[in-house]
């Protein structure tokens, strides 16, 4: 496309100056290409984050959207730095090097009205210790996710029936309780299937977003089975208001806050999650269990 009608003059540099980083300007770039920066941002209305988004062109811009744009950028700086990724692949299919026999296993969903629907499995660990105002402190353990577009309740049912493991409970969020097309909430139908349903209690989306960064370090994942999880933490970001020419307080529904919104359920948790399993949950189709107690 020919971008030789917008000159880069001087003149252009003063006008679009509140717009883009100084660095941008740093760059040694032929008046040609100088030329399509100042063009793309004319196109694109001075639409900062569709302008940083749809051409990263300078490590500035990069360093833009990673830096304003994210919820969980801080938070998921420290996790890395914990060494709570798991890439370790367990001996026993379809079971996490992490998952741990002697904890239930909890379902967290995030419902979609007409796209994804997201149900992350976790254990939740009691840790016997207690933070400075006297509150017990668990451990966060994802050890797989499912997703999927268009899906209702009997197919999730089935891929949760299917485990390796026995979820003892699945939590549903706050219009888990509404009343669907189907003639049933969704909470009914999945009764209807044989689940032990909870509903997590509704709490401002900010709330759940600030208790999950206070939680995020207490987080272990499996990134053989659950690193599409990870890419949702990483990938949720804030709405950017065109008028205002800032990030706001209001996440961006896409697919990655479908699968972020997961997480926030599941740090939402009742402390009940954390008690210790009366059982083995081990799916009773493995019945031979090794001496580590996984099934084999």
């Known amino acids: 496309k020919d971008y030789s009608k917008y000159i880069a003059t001087d003149g252009y540099k003063r006008q679009i100056g509140n717009f883009i980083y100084p660095d941008d300007w740093d760059f040694k770039l032929s008046w040609s290409?100088?030329?399509?920066?100042?063009?793309?941002?004319?196109?694109?209305?001075?639409?900062?984050?569709?302008?940083?988004?749809?051409?990263?062109?300078?490590?500035?811009?990069?360093?833009?959207?990673?830096?304003?744009?994210?919820?969980?950028?801080?938070?998921?700086?420290?996790?890395k730095e914990s060494s709570r990724m798991s890439f370790v692949k367990s001996d026993y299919e379809g079971i996490s090097a992490l998952?741990?026999?002697?904890?239930?296993?909890?379902?967290?969903?995030?419902?979609?009205?007409?796209d994804l629907w997201y149900v992350g499995y976790w254990q939740i660990l009691d840790t016997g210790t207690y933070d400075k105002w006297g509150n017990e402190i668990w451990d966060y353990v994802l050890l797989d996710v499912d997703f999927a577009s268009y899906e209702k309740v009997p197919y999730f049912s089935e891929l949760?029936?299917?485990?390796?493991?026995?979820?003892?409970?699945?939590?549903?969020?706050?219009?888990?309780?509404?009343?669907?097309?189907?003639?049933?909430?969704?909470?009914?139908?999945?009764?209807?299937?044989?689940?032990d349903c909870d509903i997590i209690p509704k709490t401002g989306i900010l709330t759940g977003i600030m208790n999950a960064r206070r939680k995020m370090t207490r987080m272990s994942i499996d990134m053989v089975y659950a690193s599409d999880g990870f890419e949702c933490l990483n990938k949720y970001k804030r709405k950017y208001d065109k008028k205002l020419r800032k990030y706001t307080s209001e996440p961006v529904h896409d697919d990655a806050s479908h699968g972020a919104d997961m997480f926030r359920y599941a740090f939402q948790a009742p402390v009940c999650c954390a008690r210790l399993s009366q059982a083995s949950s081990l799916d009773e189709s493995y019945s031979e269990t090794s001496d580590d107690g996984f099934s084999v």
Do not use: C
């Open 33 to 79: 290409q100088r030329n399509w920066l100042v063009g793309v941002l004319y196109e694109v209305n001075f639409d900062l984050e569709l302008f940083y988004r749809e051409y990263p062109h300078t490590p500035a811009s990069a360093f833009y959207i990673s830096n304003e744009a994210l919820w969980y950028k801080d938070s998921l700086s420290l996790f």
């Open 99 to 114: 998952y741990n026999p002697d904890y239930e296993v909890f379902a967290f969903m995030d419902l979609g009205s007409t």
């Open 160 to 195: 949760m029936y299917d485990k390796p493991y026995v979820i003892d409970r699945l939590y549903l969020p706050h219009d888990g309780v509404h009343e669907r097309v189907e003639g049933h909430s969704v909470e009914t139908q999945f009764t209807e299937f044989g689940w």
